[in-house]
């Protein structure tokens, strides 16, 4: 951690940012105020910082609280929200009090030393404020635990300084959760630096396994970083969330920074998609599949690219047409790419045209619409 708070804000963060406040905007609204609504939801924070930066941007406990109370469907809904914030450094959770306090948190009489409480005044419902000192291992759960936020929607934010050293349990528990979802973000820099320094114990952030220490032997950084995902985005997936996105952020020194947000709900899995896509370009930021060997950047200007999806689209085809079906409709390829790439739904039929025009894929309407049926062009051998 810097040794100074608050610190600079960095090109990976205003971009990070930027989708979390995005999708925030969704999922306060989706959870409690739609037709089948939960009766609360819990935001939660296991590395919340201290609300600020040094040039004064906002930190992401601040857009949180903004987010939600900038909805004007959040104002009327009376059901509860829970904010949850813990940090190790106290210069952290009292600057942090202190931003929230000026976004209109009122303390509580019950706050101690080790936690403030308080409240938010503004919406219909309860806007209930934990900001918590403390290792997130000892007290994220514990503050979960608190707030009365199991078996309502919780959203774990675990923002990690290089390394995802929080307890597995809380992926996990989380996972196990109803319509629970967690993002975790991570530098494999620190891994690619210091793996040879790290003991047993690290394998638990990986679901116990310790498949992620092959990167001593491996040639290159980049065949490096891409193992590390990969294998982080498998422990994701055994503590019990069905649909992860992942994807890398790249700034203009080239260093990287992971998002894996894992969810158990098709509809969170678009909606999250969708706060990537839509974040503005222009912030020196690059989004990037890291599993994509070509390493293709995914924006050029404001254009997504769909070369990879193309790609993807053609191995698919060809897995299906081996397996036996000769075509597939393109809704289904729709919800495959949803599931199984970086892709959105509406990017599957531009790359399928594309493809139609090169010759390489057949398609039974022109133009490709949801209900069409495509197929791999024969070859001829």
């Not at 952020?249 to 080239?254: E, F, S, W």
């Not at 709900?265 to 060997?293: I, Q, Y």
């Not at 404001?302 to 081996?322: F, G, I, K, S």
């Amino acid at each position: 951690m810097s040794t100074t708070v608050p610190w600079p804000i960095a090109p990976h963060t205003v971009v990070k940012h930027e989708i979390y406040k995005r999708y925030l905007s969704s999922w306060f609204e989706i959870l409690l105020t739609s037709r089948n609504a939960f009766r609360s939801a819990t935001y939660a924070e296991g590395y919340a910082g201290p609300g600020i930066y040094s040039g004064g941007e906002a930190g992401s406990p601040v857009h949180a609280v903004e987010a939600l109370m900038a909805s004007t469907k959040m104002q009327t809904c009376s059901r509860p929200v829970a904010l949850v914030f813990v940090d190790k450094d106290p210069r952290c959770t009292a600057l942090l009090a202190d931003r929230l306090a000026a976004v209109g948190m009122e303390p509580d009489e019950a706050s101690d030393d080790e936690t403030v409480r308080g409240s938010i005044p503004g919406r219909a419902g309860e806007t209930s404020v934990a900001i918590a000192r403390g290792e997130c291992g000892d007290r994220f759960l514990e503050q979960l635990d608190e707030a009365g936020a199991w078996d309502t929607p919780i959203l774990a934010v675990l923002d990690t300084w290089g390394l995802p050293t929080f307890p597995y349990e809380i992926l996990q528990r989380v996972a196990a959760n109803r319509a629970s979802e967690v993002i975790v973000t991570f530098g494999p820099q620190h891994f690619i630096r210091f793996h040879a320094d790290k003991g047993p114990e690290v394998d638990e952030m990986f679901g116990w396994d310790p498949a992620w220490r092959q990167i001593a032997g491996m040639p290159d950084g980049e065949t490096k970083k891409r193992h590390l995902l990969t294998a982080y985005r498998a422990g994701v997936g055994k503590a019990g969330f069905g649909h992860l996105v992942d994807f890398e952020l790249v700034d203009t020194r080239g260093e990287s920074l992971y998002l894996v947000f894992g969810t158990n709900d098709h509809k969170g899995l678009s909606v999250m998609k969708e706060a990537m896509w839509n974040v503005d370009p222009n912030f020196g930021v690059r989004f990037r599949d890291p599993r994509d060997t070509m390493n293709e950047a995914l924006f050029v200007v404001d254009d997504p690219q769909t070369a990879q999806l193309e790609r993807l689209l053609v191995d698919h085809l060809a897995v299906v047409h081996a397996e036996g079906k000769p075509d597939v409709y393109v809704e289904i390829l729709r919800r495959w790419a949803l599931e199984e790439t970086i892709y959105r739904e509406p990017h599957v039929i531009p790359a399928l045209t594309k493809l139609v025009e090169a010759g390489i894929v057949q398609a039974d309407m022109d133009p490709i619409r949801r209900g069409s049926r495509v197929r791999l062009t024969p070859t001829v051998d």
